[in-house]
Structures are given as structure tokens and as C-alpha cells.
């Protein structure tokens, strides 16, 4: 700092020594950095003032001239920044940390920082000296703390500067919610502070009617959770307490109430001289309710049940019409709610049963239902059908109201439904309904059949390969086109669904396992028990090799024939086969036979 000023007076009086060398001063500039400025312009002043407000080389000029010539005299001089330091602070509580940080300019080299701080008259360093210019420091105790860092350049000249804060605890405050609005619904109170020092305590109570009642006294808990039993406006209060003893209140009202009184309330039954049963339920009020059931025909009120507890109450209508029924509950308060409901009472229909039978395929599962009416209730249901004169039971009498049922033949089905009631009367509804193939099975089947007898030794068997080679695959499908003298068994099985317009359920394919694992699985289309009974139009895949088998599990092995299902009549399958002796021909196989791996079921459309 002191060379910084010597320089500049160096420079005035350099100025005036130029000066006295005429009576004519004119001008003054001086060069910085390549750049020329003027001071001054031409003048009989001998005097000018040059504030320096950058470091570097100047280089002075002083112009004199008078009527015959002009003298120029130039001075240069080096001006450096003074050597100094500065320091910042961030925080300004006690356990906070408290970030100093150093920066410098002037001085020589290198320059190192030492940060230390003067507490209570005492001297204690933080960081001793080293490049580092910041450093962070957790002060416990509270008061005026002198901060101070000392920079040291390479010359060991040093150079200081501080700053004084007054460290304090930060404020202590609280927040607090109290939430809750009905008698004997929990009440939730909780707290929450910031500032203060170290571990705080909660202590909560309430004032009610003047008087105030404590709920905890003071701990660490935060929150609190209780019922309380009057009607009122409450006052909450929690008071936080630091470890200096300095407490913080907070207080939240609330006025709480018994639960609004709430009633619901049920009416069933439709037919005169049967019985209405009438339900109610109560919510909110208080203590037990009592309630009381009444109804309203005719423009007359009657009573069915006074005040009691009682939540139920039936009623057997005797005449026809419109019935308004009403309840009216009330609680220890002799507080009321009234509800009611209308019900138009009907004659009694007469003693009948109707029964549904969905429209299906064979081989489809079918779920027929009844529905009773009339009668004396406690219906029981018998379900039959009728084939080519022989009757089935389906069901024998049940409360059971439906009954699953698959067929596994054509032919015209009668079904039957028997109804009985409480006092044995019987009444019965029929249905028919003929229930064939799936046609779309039976389109898929008969393209098979037409290429029955097609043979790779006069080349017949080539218009099935190039339905498949000519047909657009899915991404799923192996990119191969089929030669004529490749095995053709799963073309053939795939060509028949492309002619037949169903491609898309049942996938196609060249290849066995790859149709089993890359197609009919993926579209959860695939079947390998060894109980399955499959039907015309499914796919049946082989193992091709028996004696690894085991006909009492699954086939697990990969498959290496397959056929398309053509029939089925008890356990015997009749197959139709492409490359079956290098020809399209039918084979028949027994249900859980070892050779086959499983079933390609497509879902064909209704």
C-alpha cells in the first residue's frame, strides 16, 4: 500500500519538475497499454491530476511550446495494486456453520491465508497457513466472535483484515395443526419447531369453558392423538421448550360436535300377502338409536313398530297400491332424522319359471339359467336335456338357479327346467335348440378333405405348397419358401386355414415346434393335456417317437408331424395328414395316445 502511494506522488512531482521548465505549459497525457490519453488540453496552467485507477506502465508526457518551438518531456512509472486482503462471512448462528473466505490482490508470488478467530479475549486458530482461501468453522457458544485472516506473500510479507459477528442461537418458533371436528373421533394434534438450541420438549393442553387441562406434559413427543367427550369450542395450546429453557406457544381452535345424525334406509318385497321387510341403519348422533317404522296407503299413516332399537321390521301388505314406508330414528339427544321410500305392492304373479339357453356350437360350454316368480319361494331347480330320445340329468333339484353344460354332438336339444317352491308345487319351462359344428371348423376340415389324395409322386401336392408360399406371413412366421421336396406337413396343415379364410387365429407355419412355441402359444391357442378331447378343426400335433413317451403325462418332447382333426366319435380321432406316406391321407389315433405332444386349439370366430 505504501510503495502503491509513493508512486503516485512520484508522479505529481515529476509533473511539476517538467512544468517548471517553461511558462508555457500546454498539455499533458500519459500511454497506458498502447493507448494514448490526455490529462490536460493546452493551457497556462502548470498544474494536472491523475487519478490511477489501473495497474501497469504509464509513460507521462508534458507538451510546452511558446511562439517559436514546443518542448516534450516524457517520464515513465510502474504502478502495482496494493497489497491487501479481504474477507467475506456467510451465517450468522450459533451451531450453523460459518463460512470465511479469504481473497487478496497485490503482494509478491504465491500467497497463503491463516484463519483463525478471538472469542472472549482468547486467540484460537482455524486453519494455520496454506493456500487454501476458505474454510468453514461450527462455533457452540454464543457472543462476538472476531473472524481474521492473515495473507503472507513470498516475500513473508504479511498483510491482515477481520470482521466481528455476533453469533446467536436462531429464533425458537413452532407450528402446530390441530385437526378433528366430531365428539369421539380422534382429535390429532402435531407440533413442529425450528431455531432454538439443542433438543426441544412439547407440552400440550387445551382450555375449554375457562378452564385449561393438560394433555402431556412436556417431552419429546411431537404429536398427540386422544377423544374428547363435550360439545364445545377448544382452545389447543403447545408451548416448545429449548435446552435454555426459552418456550414458544402455539394455540389452533376448534369447535367440535357430534356427528350430523344419519339415517338409511331399505324396503323389499312387491307382492300383496308376502312379506315387505323394511331395514334401516343408522350413522353419526350419539350414544344408541332407537328407531321407528311406519308406513302410509291410502292417504292413512300406521304405525308398524314405536321407538326401540330394533333396525328391522317386516310387513305383509293386503291390498294393492302404492305404500310409502317411513323411519324415523332418534339418539340420546332426542335428536331426529326421517326417511322413507315407496314400493308399489302388485298381485302375486303366478308360479312360473323361465329358462335361457345361449346359442352355441358343439363342443362349446353353455351356461343355462332359470329365474322363478310366484309360488311360495325356496325355489329348487332340476335341469335335464333330451337327445335322440335318451335324458340327461344336468342338475337334480338345487337352490342352484344355473347349471354349465358342453355338448359333444350334433342334433336337436331339448332342455328342461324344473321348479319347485316351498310347498311342493312344480313348475317346469322347455327349450330347443339345434346345435351343430362351428361352420367355420367345418370350412377349415372340408378344405382338407378336398385335397385328399394329393401326392408328391405326380406332383399334385404342389398347389398346397404354393397356397402357402403365396400367402403374406406374420412377422411370427419363419421367412422360408417351402420347395416341393421338403417335408410338408405343417404347409399343409397352414394352407388349409389360409384357403379357408382363417390364417389369422390359427397362424401359419412350416415347421412343427417352431408353429407350437413361435405361434399358437403366443396366442394362447396351444393345449398338451393328455385328457383333452379335442374337436374338428384343431390341430394335432405328434411326437413321432412313441417309445419316448410315457402315456400317462404330457408329451414333452419336440413334435414332428401334425395333422388337422377331421372328426371325433368317443375316444377315436380321425385325422387328415399332408405328407402322411408323402401324400394327404387319413389316419386314426386314440385319445392320450403317446405320440401326441398336443393340440392347436384356434379360437374360431361365432
Not at 503516485?8 to 517548471?20: A, K
Not at 321407528?292 to 310387513?315: E, G, R
Not at 336339444?413 to 316351498?422: K, P
Not at 386314426?588 to 398336443?598: E, N, Y
Request: proline letters at 2%.
Amino acid at each position: 500500500m505504501h510503495k502503491y502511494i509513493k508512486r503516485v506522488i512520484s508522479f505529481v512531482v515529476c509533473l511539476m519538475m517538467i512544468v517548471g521548465l517553461s511558462h508555457d505549459v500546454e498539455a499533458v497525457a500519459y500511454k497506458l497499454n498502447g493507448k494514448t490519453y490526455t490529462i490536460k488540453k493546452y493551457s497556462t496552467s502548470k498544474t494536472a491530476t491523475l487519478k490511477l485507477t489501473k495497474t501497469g506502465t504509464y509513460t507521462l508526457y508534458v507538451y510546452t511550446k511558446d511562439k517559436k518551438r514546443t518542448v516534450k518531456k516524457q517520464k515513465t512509472i510502474k504502478v502495482v495494486a496494493p497489497y491487501k486482503v479481504s474477507l467475506k462471512t456467510s451465517g450468522k448462528y450459533v451451531n450453523d456453520t460459518i463460512k470465511l473466505t479469504a481473497s487478496s490482490t497485490g503482494g509478491k508470488g504465491t500467497k497463503q491465508y491463516k484463519f483463525s478467530y478471538k472469542y472472549n479475549g482468547k486467540t484460537y486458530t482455524i486453519k494455520d497457513y496454506s493456500k487454501t482461501k476458505s474454510v468453514s468453522f461450527k462455533p457452540k457458544k454464543t457472543g462476538k466472535y472476531q473472524f481474521i485472516v492473515q495473507c503472507k506473500d513470498s516475500r513473508k510479507k504479511v498483510t491482515s483484515c477481520s470482521k466481528t459477528l455476533n453469533l446467536q442461537y436462531p429464533e425458537l418458533k413452532v407450528s402446530f395443526k390441530a385437526k378433528g371436528k366430531y365428539i369421539n373421533d380422534a382429535i390429532q394434534l402435531t407440533a413442529n419447531s425450528s431455531g432454538g438450541k439443542g433438543k426441544k420438549q412439547y407440552k400440550f393442553t387445551y382450555k375449554f369453558k375457562g378452564k385449561t387441562h393438560t394433555l402431556k406434559d412436556y417431552s419429546s413427543t411431537k404429536t398427540l392423538s386422544f377423544h374428547l367427550q363435550d360439545e364445545g369450542e377448544y382452545q389447543f395450546i403447545v408451548q416448545c421448550r429449548d435446552e435454555r429453557k426459552k418456550v414458544v406457544t402455539k394455540s389452533e381452535k376448534l369447535r367440535l360436535q357430534y356427528p350430523e345424525l344419519k339415517v338409511s334406509f331399505h324396503a323389499t318385497g312387491k307382492y300383496i300377502n308376502n312379506p315387505i321387510q323394511l331395514t334401516a341403519d343408522a350413522t353419526g348422533g350419539l350414544g344408541e338409536k332407537e328407531y321407528k317404522f311406519a308406513y302410509q296407503h291410502n292417504d292413512k299413516k300406521y304405525v308398524l313398530n314405536d321407538f326401540s332399537k330394533s333396525q328391522t321390521v317386516s310387513f305383509e301388505p293386503d291390498d294393492i297400491g302404492e305404500y310409502q314406508f317411513f323411519v324415523e330414528c332418534k339418539d340420546k339427544r332426542n335428536q331426529k332424522v326421517l326417511e322413507s321410500t315407496k314400493l308399489v305392492i302388485e298381485d302375486e304373479p303366478a308360479f312360473q319359471v323361465e329358462l335361457d339357453v345361449p346359442d352355441k356350437y358343439v363342443r362349446e360350454k353353455m351356461n343355462i339359467k332359470a329365474n322363478a316368480e310366484g309360488g311360495q319361494g325356496d325355489y329348487q331347480y332340476r335341469f335335464v336335456y333330451r337327445l335322440k330320445d335318451e335324458e340327461v340329468v344336468l342338475q337334480e333339484y338345487s337352490a342352484k338357479n344355473s347349471v354349465s353344460f358342453t355338448p359333444t354332438e350334433e342334433g336337436d336339444y331339448e332342455f328342461e327346467v324344473e321348479c319347485r317352491d316351498a310347498e311342493g308345487n312344480i313348475t317346469t319351462s322347455t327349450m330347443i335348440r339345434k346345435l351343430i359344428i362351428n361352420p367355420a371348423r367345418t370350412k377349415v376340415v372340408n378344405v382338407a378333405k378336398s385335397w385328399l389324395g394329393c401326392k408328391e409322386s405326380d406332383g399334385s401336392h404342389k398347389k398346397i405348397i404354393d397356397v402357402y408360399n403365396g400367402y403374406k406371413h406374420s412377422s411370427a412366421t419363419v421367412n422360408y419358401k417351402v420347395k416341393y421336396t421338403d417335408a410338408w406337413c405343417d404347409t399343409f396343415v397352414s394352407a388349409c386355414f389360409i384357403k379357408a379364410g382363417y390364417a389369422s387365429i390359427s397362424g401359419t407355419e412350416c415347421g412343427c415346434q417352431r408353429h407350437i412355441d413361435n405361434v399358437l402359444k403366443k396366442k394362447g391357442a396351444w393345449e398338451e393335456s393328455d385328457d383333452y378331447i379335442p374337436q374338428a378343426g384343431d390341430i394335432i400335433f405328434y411326437h413321432g417317437n412313441a417309445e419316448k413317451c410315457d402315456s400317462t403325462k404330457d408329451c414333452q418332447h419336440n413334435s414332428h408331424h401334425v395333422g388337422l382333426v377331421a372328426e371325433v366319435n368317443g375316444q377315436n380321432i380321425k385325422v387328415i395328414e399332408g405328407n402322411y406316406s408323402d401324400s394327404v391321407k387319413y389316419r386314426t389315433i386314440k385319445v392320450g395316445d403317446a405320440k401326441i405332444r398336443g393340440y392347436g386349439v384356434p379360437k374360431y370366430p361365432h
